[in-house]
T-cell receptor
């Protein structure tokens, strides 16, 4: 049973436009959410996180939005750059981040020039 | 530079052989983790350890074993009991107990068993 779902396996966006990656979760105990970015044959790198006490967190071109009532979060990348092309994983944990992470299956983002 | 080192990057074994994947970190993190990634799948937790000489099973621990004799090292053994061992294996570490302690990952070991 998937507790963290990324329903879009891939997304294509033109350079300069906005990329929106979506993530849904089913476990109401999750209260800490993270996005990781992964290039082929490398380990994921942490991108941005959000606690359930917030509904938005921003870091440069990356913004994560959390809608607790819908159990939905999204990652916005503005403007998108070709170097952003990678697989993006959504992850969630409970107990304020003290529990282990549950990952989604990932969305492959392709940003074309 | 602090980080996590996984070696080797590629590993080939014959079916029926046990194989040990190395993971070393110099970040002084207390917690270490092993994940497995298969094509089209998310990262699935195999084992994790929050302190030396202690570790817990993750979601898919069957056919794997670990040890944590030193803080900086967390080797994973893929045993012959693991039915589908071919995968990309990722080691990670984090500061235990923080709400702002994301995982730091190594660059992975791709294991192929034939």
């Amino acid at each position: 049973d998937q507790q963290v779902k990324q329903n879009s396996p891939s997304l294509s966006v033109q350079e300069g436009r906005i990329s929106i990656l979506n993530c849904d979760y089913t476990n109401s105990m999750f209260d800490y959410f993270l996005w990781y970015k992964k290039y082929p044959a490398e380990g994921p790198t942490f991108l941005i996180s959000i606690s359930s006490i917030k509904d938005k967190n921003e870091d440069g071109r990356f913004t994560v939005f959390l809608n607790k009532s819908a159990k939905h979060l999204s990652l916005h990348i503005v403007p998108s750059q070709p170097g952003d092309s990678a697989v993006y994983f959504c992850a969630a944990s409970a107990r304020g981040g003290y529990s282990t992470l549950t990952f989604g299956k990932g969305t492959m983002l392709l940003v074309s020039p | 530079d602090g980080g996590i080192t996984q070696s080797p990057k590629y590993l080939f074994r014959k079916e029926g052989q046990n194989v040990t994947l190395s993971c070393e970190q110099n970040l002084n993190h207390d917690a270490m983790y092993w994940y497995r990634q298969d094509p089209g799948q998310g990262l699935r937790l195999i084992y994790y350890s929050q302190i030396v000489n202690d570790f817990q099973k993750g979601d898919i621990a069957e056919g794997y074993s670990v040890s944590r004799e030193k803080k900086e090292s967390f080797p994973l053994t893929v045993t012959s009991a693991q039915k589908n061992p071919t995968a990309f294996y990722l080691c990670a570490s984090s500061i235990v107990g923080g709400t702002n302690s994301p995982l730091h990952f190594g660059n992975g070991t791709r294991l192929t068993v034939t």
